[in-house]
Nanobody, 127 residues
């Protein structure tokens, strides 16, 4: 059974940094494209960043480009989201998601394409 577990969320001041982690188990991690999404109360999932199977291809939402960096470690079966220069509008529950891919193509940005999801971790940015 595929399991994704996020960690690293918390309360941080404006301009601060956090590093989220998502540990995967029950899958061949290197076969999965992975992504981070976030969700605020009453809103739909918002794409944050995604990374292809081997980590060579990444995508970041315009709203976080230059501040957040997604990466993965296939040995540790873990993806990361380094979040810098945090803003109040970054406050949300952050979810990692994965989907098995037969090729190492560009990672998807739509939540509908991801089949496995973690339980989420809260990030709160205070002003």
């Amino acid at each position: 059974q595929v399991r994704l577990v996020e960690s690293g969320g918390g309360l941080v001041q404006v301009g601060g940094s956090l590093r989220l982690s998502c540990a995967a188990s029950g899958l061949i991690f290197s076969e999965y494209a992975m992504a981070w999404f976030r969700q605020s109360p009453g809103k739909e999932y918002e794409f944050v960043a995604s990374v292809g199977r081997d980590g060579s291809r990444t995508k970041h939402a315009d709203s976080v480009n230059g501040r957040f960096i997604v990466s993965r470690d296939n040995v540790k079966s873990t993806i990361y989201l380094q979040m810098n220069i945090l803003r109040p509008e970054d406050t949300a529950v952050y979810f990692c998601a994965g989907v098995r891919r037969v090729s190492a193509g560009a990672p998807a940005i739509s939540s509908r394409e991801y089949t496995n999801w973690g339980q989420g971790t809260q990030v709160t940015v205070s002003s």
